[in-house]
């Protein structure tokens, strides 16, 4: 299956940590990637492999995965943070589908 | 500067075809995958096509496959999506983007690392 599922909303306290989290068959063969998306902006790689970071990503950013299941981890939530949040990966027809998306809100 | 630029949008009549292009500056396209991502409005990312450095093989979302090829010029460091029989449904924001792939701890990944502002697509009688 090449399907990929994300709760559509998620909401953290200001300062507080929030995993978000994406799941999916093809989970267990490749790595997610994930992206930042604010409103009117082109969607931001923030955490990409098992655990790696673009420069310029604050480290409170981080990822995990296990079995079918990959999520991203946010240490200590900035209002900056509040955007959509999408995985993505590549299936076993080389297509690379995204989840659905996530709505993180920083109260 | 790395930076992908798409241009060739615009508001087209349903059945009717459109080319868009995505211009490469500050590194050389031919050595990476290129992705071309859609987002409708209010919606989310759905991924489109790619084509990769090695074989030039490509890969397309069902709803797209048989309709939208992805071609790259590397001599214009330039990548292609020609879209024919066009939907109201294909009406979207086209991003491209710079794919990459790696092999870590047993498993392979892959990502897009460097994404264009995106050219808008309107399919409206």
């Known amino acids: 299956s090449s399907e990929l599922t994300q709760d559509p909303a998620v909401s953290v306290a200001l300062g507080q940590t929030v995993r978000i989290t994406c799941q999916g068959d093809?989970?267990?063969?490749?790595?997610a990637s994930w992206y930042q998306q604010k409103p009117g902006q082109a969607p931001v790689l923030v955490i990409f492999?098992?655990?790696n970071r673009p420069s310029g990503v604050p480290d409170r950013f981080s990822g995990s995965s296990s079995g079918d299941t990959t999520s991203l981890t946010i240490t200590g939530a900035q209002a900056e943070d509040e955007a959509d949040y999408y995985c993505?990966?590549?299936?076993?027809?080389?297509?690379?589908?995204f989840g659905g998306g996530t709505k993180l809100t920083v109260l | 500067q790395v930076q992908l630029v798409e241009s060739g949008g615009g508001v087209v009549q349903p059945g009717r075809s459109l080319r868009l292009s995505c211009e490469a500056s500050?590194?050389?396209?031919?050595?990476?995958?290129l992705h071309w991502v859609r987002q409708a409005p209010g919606k989310g990312l759905e991924w489109v096509a790619v084509i990769w450095y090695v074989g030039s093989n490509t890969y397309y979302a069902d709803s797209v496959k048989g309709r939208f090829s992805i071609s790259r010029d590397n001599s214009k460091n330039t990548a292609y999506l020609q879209m024919n029989s066009l939907r109201a449904e294909d009406t979207a924001i086209y991003h491209c983007?710079?794919?990459?792939?790696?092999?870590?701890?047993?498993?392979?990944?892959?990502?897009?690392?460097?994404w264009g502002k995106g050219t808008a697509v309107t399919v409206s009688s």
């Open positions: 500050g590194f050389t396209l031919g050595s990476y995958g």
């Open positions: 983007a710079r794919g990459q792939s790696n092999y870590q701890s047993g498993d392979y990944y892959y990502f897009m690392d460097v």
């Open positions: 993505n990966s590549r299936d076993n027809r080389g297509n690379h589908p």
């Open positions: 093809s989970l267990r063969r490749y790595y």
């Open positions: 492999g098992k655990n």
